[in-house]
T-cell receptor, first 117, second 116 residues
Framework: GNSVTQMEGPVTLSEEAFLTINCTYT??????LFWYVQYPGEGLQLLLK?????DKGSNKGFEATYRKETTSFHLEKGSVQVSDSAVYFC????????????????FGTGTRLQVTL | DVKVTQSSRYLVKRTGEKVFLECVQD?????MFWYRQDPGLGLRLIYF???????EKGDIPEGYSVSREKKERFSLILESASTNQTSMYLC???????????????FGPGTRLTVT
C-alpha cells in the first residue's frame, strides 16, 4: 500500500535559518505529491504540489522537487520566519483516474516547525 | 474563496452519547472526506464520499458512520461515543480526479471532540 515517511519533529530554528524537512514515499504507479501546512488552531491548507517526476512545486519561498529515483519530496526554504511556525504534512495521491479514489490522500505524520527570533 | 465549514470548533460529549459532526462546502465539490488527527499519527481517513448518497470506508471506519444526503453536506456520526474517539476531526472536500489529474483537498478548521 501507499505510505509517507516524514522526519520527526519538532524542528526548532532561528529566524533566517535554512529549512529542510525530509519526506519519502512508497506508492504504486505515478503519484502526485503535496505539502500541506497547518497553522495553530486552523485546518490544513495546500502549500505546494508536484504531479510528475522532476517537477518542482513552490510557494511562499518554499520549494520541493519530485525525485522519483529516490522516492523523495523534501521541503526546503532558504530563510524561515517566525510566521512559518506550523505543522507541515507531506502527502501523496495515487488513485486511479476517473474515479472517486483519484483524490484520496495518504499523509505523513507531520513535522512541527518552531522558528524563534 | 473555497470555504469548508464545520459545525463546532469544540465539543464535549459523554461516553455512550450519539454525536453528529457536520461539514458544509460551498464549491460544488464531488468528493468529501472525514479524517481524525492524533499526535504522532498524522491524519487518518475515516470515510469519504464521491457523490450524494455514496460513501466508502477509509482506513479507520470502525465506530463511525456517515451520511451525505446533499452534495454540499457530509455528516460524521459516532453512534455511541467512546473515550478513544477523543480527537481532532477534520473535514475536507475536492473536485473529482479525471484524466489522471489530482485535485487538492480543501480543509475545514476542525472540531476538537472530547469524550468523557
Amino acid at each position: 500500500g501507499n505510505s509517507v515517511t516524514q522526519m520527526e519533529g519538532p524542528v526548532t530554528l532561528s529566524e533566517e535559518a535554512f529549512l529542510t524537512i525530509n519526506c519519502t514515499y512508497t506508492a504504486t504507479g505515478y503519484p502526485s505529491l503535496f505539502w500541506y501546512v497547518q497553522y495553530p488552531g486552523e485546518g490544513l491548507q495546500l502549500l505546494l504540489k508536484a504531479t510528475k517526476a522532476d517537477d518542482k512545486g513552490s510557494n511562499k519561498g518554499f520549494e520541493a522537487t519530485y525525485r522519483k529515483e529516490t522516492t523523495s519530496f523534501h521541503l526546503e526554504k532558504g530563510s524561515v520566519q517566525v510566521s512559518d511556525s506550523a505543522v507541515y504534512f507531506c502527502a501523496l495521491s495515487s488513485g486511479e483516474s476517473g474515479t472517486g479514489t483519484a483524490s484520496k490522500l495518504t499523509f505523513g505524520t507531520g513535522t512541527r516547525l518552531q522558528v524563534t527570533l | 474563496d473555497v470555504k469548508v465549514t464545520q459545525s463546532s470548533r469544540y465539543l464535549v460529549k459523554r461516553t455512550g452519547e450519539k454525536v453528529f459532526l457536520e461539514c458544509v462546502q460551498d464549491m460544488d465539490h464531488e468528493n468529501m472526506f472525514w479524517y481524525r488527527q492524533d499526535p504522532g499519527l498524522g491524519l487518518r481517513l475515516i470515510y469519504f464520499s464521491y457523490d450524494v448518497k455514496m460513501k466508502e470506508k477509509g482506513d479507520i471506519p470502525e465506530g463511525y458512520s456517515v451520511s451525505r444526503e446533499k452534495k454540499e453536506r457530509f455528516s460524521l456520526i459516532l453512534e455511541s461515543a467512546s473515550t478513544n474517539q477523543t480527537s481532532m476531526y477534520l473535514c475536507a472536500s475536492s473536485f473529482s480526479g479525471g484524466g489522471g489529474r489530482t485535485y487538492e483537498q480543501y480543509f475545514g478548521p476542525g472540531t476538537r471532540l472530547t469524550v468523557t
